[in-house]
């Protein structure tokens, strides 16, 4: 699915290169990571280029949905580098449930 390459920075932050099965390479950036047991689970946003034009501040009235574009991608360690792929329905939905968790936890916390 995708690796950390040493592509273009945005704001100091690492991109992730990812292609699909069609040959198009898209960029996203790593928002969190939750873990869940021994495994890890990347957040990832994508990161658009100059052509789209989307706006989301408060008067958006857009019909694209990319403000809610998050992919979930597994961090698999492959000789010696992270890669990310996608995960299995299993996999997605313990991922699901661990962040909900983490979500209810830090809203009792506050």
Known sequence: MGKKNNVPDLDDELLIEMTDEEGNT????????????????????PVHDEEHECC????CDCDC???DEIIIAKIV???????????TDEEFMRVQEEYERLVQEDAEDE
Not at 35 to 43: L, T
Not at 56 to 59: K, L, Q, S, T, V
């Open 65 to 67: 949905d990319c403000e």
């Open 26 to 45: 898209y960029y996203y950036v790593e928002e969190f990571i939750v873990p869940v047991g021994e495994e890890r689970y990347a957040f990832l946003s």
């Open 77 to 87: 360690e492959e000789e010696g580098e992270e890669i990310y792929v996608e995960p």
């Open 56 to 59: 989301h501040d408060d008067d």
